[in-house]
């Protein structure tokens, strides 16, 4: 069992490495386009250093961490956005295509995972680099001014958060992309039709108290505009 398994994780690590090296070769054609990426995520990073720079201007505490805990905070974030913005953002983003153009079947006839397939195929070697480096320099700040032991055990408890982070965020945003793909929401229609006149506000399901089974959430008299991307299943207000 246990060599079945390492040949499967090995088989899918030679072909994630695969899609990578396909990834780089298809940017390197056009690297003015790298460049452009680079250059765009640089400056949406330095927007983001401003937070950096009120909290310490501020000698802002929250809950008793210094600003230099906040550094190490940011940092993290900043580390979680570049691994997401590279391995999972694009294709997220195509999944709704994939839905609507029937590349989702094809993949369904593919040796693999489709899960594997849909979530992982493309990946941008460019905007990742920005977050990453930048990020990995304020941990490595605020780590030290933390005085925070560089052990084993801290470096190894350190990359087993960061991979719980990374996961975690997965989870959330592939959830969310499929609940906002057209195809899912018409699904959802025609399993829990909302009333003519109904307006809708939230995406998420709402379970009934003592409910197994969620239902339409509706808002009759809310004054929020109606969109195709922000509509609400769950329970009647009413009913509640």
């Known amino acids: 069992m246990a060599i079945r398994m390492f040949r499967i ?25 790298f460049m452009m ?7 949406y990073l330095l927007a983001k250093l401003l937070y950096v720079l009120v909290v310490f201007r501020t000698d802002l505490h929250v809950d008793g961490i210094p600003p230099e805990g906040l550094l190490l905070f ?3 974030h ?17 999944i709704s295509e994939y839905i609507k153009d029937g590349r989702l079947d094809l993949m369904l006839t593919k040796p693999v995972s489709l899960q594997f397939m849909a979530s992982l195929r493309y990946v941008d070697l460019a905007l990742p680099i920005p977050d990453i480096v930048v990020g990995l320099v304020m941990i490595g700040i605020g780590w030290h001014a933390m005085d925070i032991p560089l052990t ?3 470096l190894g408890g350190f990359m087993l958060l960061l991979l719980v982070a990374v996961v975690i965020t997965y989870c959330l945003m592939i ?8 195809s899912f929401k018409q699904v959802l229609r025609r399993r829990w039709p909302i009333p003519p006149g109904t307006r809708t506000i939230s ?38």
């Not at 072909?15 to 090296?21: A, H, P, S, T, V």
């Not at 900043?78 to 195509?94: Q, S």
């Open 9 to 33: 994780m090995r088989k899918y690590v030679t072909l994630y490495g695969m899609f990578i090296k396909n990834c780089l070769i298809a940017q390197m054609e056009f690297r003015s386009n």
């Open 37 to 43: 990426s680079l250059l765009v995520e640089s400056v």
């Open 74 to 76: 940011l940092g993290m």
């Open 78 to 94: 900043t580390v979680v956005t570049g691994i997401y913005m590279g391995m999972f953002f694009t294709n997220f983003t195509n």
């Open 152 to 154: 084993l055990l801290q």
């Open 175 to 182: 959830i969310r992309r499929c609940c906002h793909s057209g």
């Open 203 to 240: 995406p998420w399901p709402f379970i009934r108290p003592g409910s197994a089974e969620s239902e339409p959430l509706s808002f009759r008299y809310s004054s929020l505009p109606i969109s195709d991307q922000c509509f609400c299943w769950g329970s009647s207000i009413g009913s509640m």
